[in-house]
């Protein structure tokens, strides 16, 4: 498995960096910049564009759409469900990253309303999200709340089954399930905690995966796999966020089959 | 005095960093990115969330909220206006940063409004800043405009006297004034200035050592010592701008009580 | 010409950091930090608002204002029009980055209503926005896409008749137009493609020299000549793309008579 997801994640990256697919993102103010700075520096190319006059366009011209719910409001949570609409029936890829599911009620609706517009082929999210976005679904009763990684992973199971698609669980270790499917990346740092939207990150660089390969459960695990792994590399040079952040968006830039299979640590 | 400051500056940052409060902002899209990562930084938990439907709730879980007007508009200032109530109401500290007082109209409605909404346990701005919201405030009348410090505490004063709450002045010497207690804070270096938002980081600050710290007039003087300090760390790593907004975060992440011994310059 | 360019621009800029100019920006949400940080680092004073409430106050206490459509809605757009109207009808320089022209169908209309508004004193784009531009006008028929230079640079003219003001189609080589004048700036590194924004950035510093250079064909030209010259800079530094985007602000900070005259690359 290892060996297969190390194989997977070198082709998977020299594919994106050759196609540089477009990939289109409805994400939160927070985190604009650096995503969009993210996906330059792996080798996609972003465009951030939410009004709903043209949501349905920009996601007809891009390779994948990403939908952040960071900071909704009711416009863009309208947006967002006219995008993902538009992306199922395209066959295109979508990720939903349900930042901070279970906060507030807005949160769950729209999360709730994003699964009933469309399926994402790929939800990523912390144990906590995933679990909201789970409750959220509608399709489920009497969820635990738990922080535990084995129970999140059962948790990611169930609603990989509610949407038919990929559930990645962030976390010292990641989880990528879909169905019957697993597989676990041990990379990244805890510093990564640290800087303010590389949960945010992690789902663009999905986005980007999921643009130029189609199994999606694959293009998750690959992204991770990256994610992680330049997580370790800017680590590498410095131990304070504030450089930490400007060295992960030079090691996104930098990293190649070396480094990938000097560090990756997948099962 | 100044060893008093000196103390509780350093336990007041234990306190922080032990107890990771939640700090809900709503704040301009201009400093989000950079809000977010300082009081990740110094060892807080942030929250971005604007949405009227949800500023309750994310009140609610905060230990502080922080209202910051840089890129105001109808409906995010209702949001604003409903957060400072609740805060009020839930007597939980309440931070207002008047980004721009004076530069128009809504601007100045909007301090009227979060001021009739609610008054904030602490407001920092620039003593143009002050001076406005002093005004706006509408509950005084025929101020003079002026620069000079010492007018500028005078009017400090006055605005505490409205609020009942902290009053920081930034500049060179930052003035924190409550009722007859003032402290003042010569930390920091010019080249503040010339990265945008790291007023609005203050003001960030402020609220992360409100949650921890009931005495508001202590929370605030901790929080502009722990700003000016980390700006003359960085200062000590490089002398232009791009840099030195990457050596602060990191700054605010190193510090400790041996750098805020060594260089604490309070009275 | 390259000598002449060379002693504006040196001139420009010194005249620029002397009188600290206030540029208003009604830009995106991805770019908004790193373009007020760029403003602040070549010198100018950056205000950053949308309200439609208002902007027609802050064009009218700024030197110049800039429209930038990245992030456009409804509400925005209406803004940029009030924005425009109000900066023609006071005589003062008007900068508009029609990025993404040409992606949706709003974004074309947007840029008509602008036009339609107010003509911009300069308009800053790649070829291909620059094209979609011309399209959007409405005051062309029948234009051929194309990414050869020479053909931008005739739809370049023509955007400038439509407009009457200055067009700088940006590239590997920066093309300045306006009417039969033309200049070229030949500075600037690939790697400057794969920071998010800077193509925005350029347009910001369009309207700091427009700001204090009343020809706004010299004050574009010396814009994009600190542009490119600030990239060299930051690519002699670095070769990643996170680090370069703080070697860029150090560079706009840094730069001066001598660095100028030793890369300026004009005609």
Not at 21 to 45: D, E, K, Q, R, W
Not at 49 to 77: D, F, R, Y
Not at 156 to 181: E, F, H, P, R
Not at 194 to 212: D, E, N, R
């Amino acid at each position: 498995m290892s060996q297969t997801i190390l194989k997977y994640t070198i082709e998977d990256l020299e594919s994106l960096r050759s196609k540089v697919p477009l990939v289109h993102n409805i994400t939160n103010y927070v985190v604009m910049n650096n995503t969009a700075n993210a996906l330059l520096a792996i080798g996609a190319s972003p465009i951030m564009a939410h009004a709903i006059e043209e949501v349905e366009e920009m996601v007809t011209i891009c390779s994948a759409t990403v939908i952040n719910i960071g900071t909704l409001s009711e416009p863009w949570i309208q947006s967002m469900e006219k995008a993902a609409k538009k992306a199922v029936s395209l066959g295109k890829p979508l990720v939903l990253d349900p930042v901070g599911a279970g906060a507030s009620n807005i949160r769950n609706a729209a999360i709730r309303r994003i699964l009933d517009a469309g399926n994402p082929s790929i939800v990523r999210g912390n144990a906590s999200e995933i679990l909201s976005t789970l409750s959220s679904s509608g399709k489920t009763k009497g969820v635990d709340a738990t922080d535990s990684s084995e129970s999140a992973v059962e948790t990611g199971k169930s609603l990989s089954k509610v949407t038919g698609g990929v559930v990645v669980i962030s976390g010292a270790t990641d989880y990528i399930l879909k169905g019957t499917d697993s597989a676990q990346i041990s990379n990244g740092d805890v510093l990564m905690t640290k800087v303010t939207g590389l949960g945010c990150t992690a789902s663009a660089l999905c986005g980007a995966f999921a643009a130029v390969q189609k199994d999606q459960f694959r293009a998750a695990t690959s992204a991770m796999a990256v994610m992680g792994i330049a997580g370790e590399l800017a680590k590498s040079k410095t131990s304070s966020p504030g450089s930490f952040q400007v060295a992960f968006l030079d090691a996104l830039y930098e990293l190649n089959a070396d480094t990938i299979k000097q560090r990756l640590n997948a099962k």
